[in-house]
C-alpha cells in the first residue's frame, strides 16, 4: 500500500474526515439525552449537510464511509470524556463536553485540531501521553514558521493516512488482518532477527490467530488474537475472557490483542486484574505503529 496514495484512496471522497463531524455530534447530544448510537449517527449526518452521493459511498467491506467516520467521532469524544454512555449504546453529553462545545461551537475543522483536542486521550506505543494542551490553541497560521508549517502538514497527511489505513483493515479479509498484525509484531522487534512468528489462523486455531517465538527453541511464546472490527463495535470483556482462556490452553503466559475497533472499559479491567499478561492494542494506536514500522504501507519518495 502506498502511503501517500492508499490503495482504494479516499482521497478524491465527498465524505469530510471524522474531525468535522464531531460539532454535529455534540449539537445533537445538547439537545436530546440518552440517544442510541444509530439514531445520533443519523441525526450528526443529517445535521452535517453533507450530499446524498457522499452518504451512499462505500468503503470496500460495503459499509458507508459516512457512517463509519461519524462512528470515529463518537469513539473519540466517548474517550475524552466528552459524552458518555449510561448504558451499552445509549448516549448523553457531559458538562466537560457542554463547556468544551460552548467555547468551540465551530467545532474541529481539520486533524491538526484533532490531535490538539484528543491526542491525551491517544496513548503512545510505550502507554505514554502528550502534555495536555488548551483546545482554545490556535491553528498553526499568521506568525508559524516555515519548518512548522511544513511539520503541520506532516502531521495532517500521518492522520489521514491513518484514517486511510484503518478504514482498509476494517474492510480487508481476516486473514490479511491476521498476517499484518502477526508481520507489525515481528517488525517491532519480537521474534529476534530471525522473524520467528506465524499466523495461525482457521477454525481449528484454538482461539488465536498467531505465535511468536521469542527464542530459538519456541520455549518462550508470544501469543496473538485479532479482531477486524468496524468502527462502533467494541471488544467486550467477554472475548477478553476467551483469549485468556485460550492462553491457559496453549500454557502461555503472555498475548496480544489487537483489534481495529476499541475495547471496552470492562474488558480493560478485565485484563489488567489478571495474572497472564495480555496486552490490549486498539485501532488508533495499531496503525500508528504500522506506519511508523512501515508495515502494510510503502513510503513513496518524493
Known sequence: MDASHPANSATSSQVPPWPVFVKHILAVVSEETDIPRRKLREKALDASGISPEARAEVIPSGAFRASNRVDWAITHLSKAGYIHAMKRGIYSITDTGRKW???????????????????????????????????????????????????????????????????????????????????????????????????????????????????????????VQAKRYAAG?????????????ALHGFGAQRGVFITTSVFTKQAQGYASSVSTRVRLLEGNELVRLMLKYRVGVQVKES
Not at 482498509?168 to 491476521?178: G, N
Not at 463495535?233 to 482462556?245: C, D, K, L, M, P
Open 101 to 223: 462545545y460552548a467555547e468551540n461551537p465551530e467545532g474541529i475543522q481539520d486533524y491538526s485540531e484533532a490531535n490538539r483536542v484528543f491526542k491525551d486521550f491517544w496513548p503512545d506505543k510505550e502507554g505514554a501521553h502528550r502534555a495536555p494542551v488548551s483546545p482554545q490553541e490556535p491553528t498553526m497560521e499568521v506568525g508559524s514558521t516555515p519548518t512548522e508549517q511544513v511539520e503541520a502538514g506532516i502531521e495532517d497527511l500521518k492522520f489521514e493516512v491513518a484514517d486511510e489505513l484503518l478504514e482498509r483493515l476494517q474492510s480487508a479479509p481476516p486473514e490479511f488482518f491476521e498476517g499484518a498484525v502477526v508481520d507489525l509484531l515481528l517488525a517491532m522487534g519480537y521474534g529476534g532477527t530471525e522473524r520467528r512468528g506465524r499466523r495461525i489462523g482457521g477454525s481449528a486455531d484454538g482461539g488465536v490467530d498467531g505465535v511468536i517465538d521469542q527464542d530459538a527453541l519456541g520455549l518462550e511464546q508470544v501469543y
Open 233 to 245: 463495535n467494541s471488544v467486550g470483556r467477554e472475548a477478553v475472557q476467551a483469549f485468556i482462556g
